[in-house]
């Protein structure tokens, strides 16, 4: 190989001993890294994105030239890529407490639906529910096709059906829809059927040795929310807090980023120890920090975004390109065509029998939203490869056709909403996800957008009076004020207050004061904090309204409310529809 070549004058007499081993894997690394990110340049000005970028620097120097291969040492910095690249997603993607908050809303049944959907098409090719011999799997001691077991085959179908956030956030930045209504409503479905795809996944993509049985299954979803939990515990609660307390009293340069890089790791040990996948522990604890404050977000992230986007996840993706060949021509024709064509089909019509379903507004353009994917999945399958679920052809067949679709849907997202015909007022998602305000609202402070000379009643009005006279049409939220300090809320979609209401004599209204069902406690927000950390708040506390405070004074300046900060992207679609009338008529 001409890397030998090149590395025989370093290299000792022992060219096999582990320290030539080791220079080796940093010459391959290296090339790795820097041909994969000049890729990334040089493709960018033709608009692909990195991800097919770095694959193709794989490409170019494992089959094409020869320059490099996977050995052990590159296999654990692989691993470690995965991981990260994993937690990026949970941190970026995954809005646990906004997806929580959407389970009884449309977008939730049309999100749902869509997966459910294409999850069982999909596995009439992949457990080859038809018997027609697809036989995707492969037995490393034999090399021989065999049948996927039932949870191989559902952790292949969960791949093939997830939808990418990552991919279709950038679309609607790159095409100025991520501020518009349009692009709320896009990312609110294509967010939840993501995290319901990617449950289903890790399910599955763990430790999966014994055959299916009803207990093995108990046994798996017990491990899983027993990690869950406890990861849950001390990466959402504990983890912050420690932090700001270190940070506080240690004068130590990145210790946050120290902190969440090894508690990474030790969550990654944690998940293998459980029997599950570390890209599942790297998810979970992703997930778990995403609610962190804006400010602690601005401090950690960018170390964490540089060592990921300019050393692992170029190398995790470029090792993607070193396992591909073309050794899927030797698939039969049947599984070839199956593979490429039914879960594409299965995916277009489960978008659109789901968005229908829900009777959502525009449902062929929430369907091309849908149907954006190719980045986590080309991870996925990466996964899968490596564990001898899939055969290094129907890896690379499938990682082909994730290219299609990263290189396809941006255009075909871009026409669906240009084409679509808008109707006047169209329907919002009844939350906002705290994850769109990072992306779409960022600077945007709780002081631009609080209500400030609204009325608000009294914990002694009576049940009868509040019914009468304080209620707002399209508001099911109320702050409760006592002599100037809010002291609860009161939700008329909440179960509590509706099972009073049907119990309780209604000659009894007049003389039950609100105080008696209203939720103590409310949390608050400051004038002067992103807007993001407010909707967390909101989120995590199943509120739509948050009374905000003076951070100095302690002092009520206002309130706000889920409902107005969709009324301020509403209005920015507005601005700049009317801009863009305007420039027209310029013309």
Not at 52 to 68: E, K, N, Q, S
Not at 218 to 236: E, R
Not at 442 to 462: E, I, N, T
Not at 533 to 544: K, W
């Amino acid at each position: 190989m001409i890397a030998d070549t090149l590395l025989f004058v370093g290299l000792a007499a022992d060219s096999e001993g582990p320290h030539a081993l080791f220079l080796r894997a940093l010459f391959f690394i290296g090339m790795l890294i820097v041909v994969a990110k000049l890729a990334e340049g040089i493709l960018s000005r033709l608009g692909l994105n990195s991800i097919v970028a770095y694959t193709i620097a794989g490409i170019v120097l494992g089959p094409i030239t020869g320059l490099v291969e996977i050995t052990e040492y590159i296999h654990i910095f692989l691993s470690i890529g995965v991981f990260i690249f994993f937690f990026l997603i949970g941190l970026d993607e995954i809005d646990i407490p906004g997806f929580m908050s959407t389970i009884r809303g449309r977008y939730f049944v049309a999100a749902t639906v869509s997966v459910i959907i294409s999850i069982l098409v999909s596995l009439l090719v992949t457990a080859d529910l038809l018997g027609l011999g697809f036989e995707l799997g492969f037995d490393a001691e034999s090399g021989d096709f065999i049948k996927l077991e039932f949870n191989k085959a559902l952790a292949l179908a969960g791949i093939l059906s997830l939808s990418s956030l990552g991919l279709v956030a950038k679309v609607l930045a790159d095409k100025g829809l991520l501020k518009e209504l349009i692009g709320l409503r896009i990312f609110t479905a294509v967010i939840i059927a993501e995290v319901i795809a990617l449950l289903v996944v890790g399910l599955t993509i763990g430790d999966s040795s014994d055959t299916v049985s009803a207990l093995g299954i108990l046994k798996l979803l017990g491990q899983i929310a027993g990690f869950t939990i406890v990861v849950w515990i001390v990466s959402a609660k504990a983890l912050p807090r420690v932090m700001a307390l270190l940070q506080r009293f240690l004068n130590v340069p990145e210790l946050s980023y120290g902190l969440l890089i090894g508690g990474l790791f030790l969550v990654v040990y944690g998940a293998e120890m459980f029997g599950l996948h570390g890209s599942l522990g790297g998810l979970l604890f992703g997930a778990a920090l995403s609610g962190l404050p804006h400010r602690m977000r601005e401090d950690i992230m960018p170390g964490m975004r540089s060592t990921a986007e300019g050393l692992f996840v170029p190398l995790f993706f470029a090792s993607a390109g070193l396992h591909l060949d073309f050794s899927f021509i030797e698939l039969p024709p049947l599984t070839i065509v199956a593979l490429l064509f039914v879960p594409m089909v299965g995916k277009v019509l489960a978008s659109l029998v789901g968005t229908y379903m829900a009777r959502l507004d525009t449902p062929i353009v929430l369907s091309a939203g849908l149907m954006g994917k190719g980045v986590a999945e080309i991870a996925l399958l990466l996964v899968l490869f490596e564990t001898d679920v899939i055969s290094q052809g129907v890896f690379s067949l499938l990682v082909i056709t994730m290219f299609g679709y990263i290189l396809l849907m941006p255009p075909v997202i871009s026409m669906a909403v240009s084409k679509a015909k808008m109707p006047e007022e169209m329907s919002q998602p009844g939350t906002m996800m705290p994850s769109f305000a990072r992306h779409a609202l960022a600077g945007v402070m709780v002081d631009s957008v609080m209500d400030r000379s609204r009325a608000y009643p009294d914990p002694d009005v009576s049940v009868d009076s509040f019914l009468s006279e304080w209620l707002v049409p399209g508001q099911t939220e109320y702050l409760i004020m006592d002599r100037g300090v809010p002291v609860g809320t009161v939700s008329l979609t909440r179960v509590n207050f509706r099972r009073r209401l049907f119990f309780w004599r209604r000659s009894s209204f007049g003389e039950t004061p609100m105080r008696r069902l209203m939720r103590r406690g409310p949390p608050h927000a400051n004038p002067d904090e992103p807007i993001q950390d407010a909707l967390e708040r909101m989120a995590e506390n199943s509120m739509t309204i948050i009374p905000v405070m003076d951070r100095n004074t302690g002092q009520f300046m206002g309130m706000v409310s889920s409902n107005e900060i969709l009324e301020l992207v509403a209005l920015m679609d507005e601005i700049r529809e009317e801009a863009r009338q305007l420039s027209v008529g310029d013309d």
